[in-house]
């Protein structure tokens, strides 16, 4: 399948690729938080409308929001709502990065399309009821990680940075 080299995902997983359980994050990892604000700033976010409305407040400042719902005409503050991922792919292709961000339904679809992730992997199980796609490392060239420790939630995680093969 051909990707596009300007698709990226970026998302925080669990090590059994859990993303989210009720529409809300399983963790939280400030940290994690800053390094999203730092990647995205400045550039497009794509997401499906429960990632939209799982967020406290939106628009996040200084980023272009697509989101994608089968509501025609369904207004949300500051976002361009369409219908498809196809129409997506057609808003960002001239972009020189766009980020997926979520959740669970948009990243399945994505996956094939995308040539970058950024992941966030916890290095623990979680109880869940959205998963990532499980990632065949084979197809991926790993350029970057840092390994890290929360104090506060007590566990490892490390930021993998993933190109396609
Ligand atoms: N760990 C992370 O990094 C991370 C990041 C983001 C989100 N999350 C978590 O993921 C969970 C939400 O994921 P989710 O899978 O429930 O929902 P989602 O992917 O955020 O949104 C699903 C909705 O998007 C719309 N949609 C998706 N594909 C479509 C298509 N091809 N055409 C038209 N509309 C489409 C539909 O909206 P309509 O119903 O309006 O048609 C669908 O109900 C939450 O728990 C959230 O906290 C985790």
Not at 61 to 88: L, M, W, Y
Not at 100 to 110: A, K, N
Request: include cysteine; proline fraction near 4%; hydrophobic fraction near 40%.
């Amino acid at each position: 399948m051909t990707y596009f080299k300007n698709i990226s995902i970026i998302v925080a997983i669990a090590e059994n690729f859990a993303i989210g359980k009720n529409n809300d994050l399983l963790f939280h990892l400030p940290n994690d938080l800053k390094r999203f604000k730092q990647i995205t700033t400045g550039k497009t976010i794509v997401m499906g409308r429960n990632t939209l409305l799982s967020l406290p407040k939106w628009p996040l400042p200084n980023r272009r929001h697509i989101v994608i719902s089968d509501i025609e005409g369904e207004q949300f503050e500051g976002c361009e709502t369409i219908g498809s991922i196809e129409k997506a792919i057609q808003l960002i292709k001239s972009e020189e990065e766009a980020f997926v961000i979520g959740g669970g339904m948009v990243y399945r679809q994505f996956y094939p399309y995308a040539g970058k992730l950024y992941l966030t992997l916890v290095h623990k199980p979680f109880d869940a009821d959205v998963f990532f796609p499980e990632i065949n490392y084979t197809e991926w060239i790993e350029t970057r990680r840092e390994d890290c420790f929360d104090e506060k939630n007590g566990f490892a995680y490390s930021y993998i940075d993933l190109i396609r093969k």
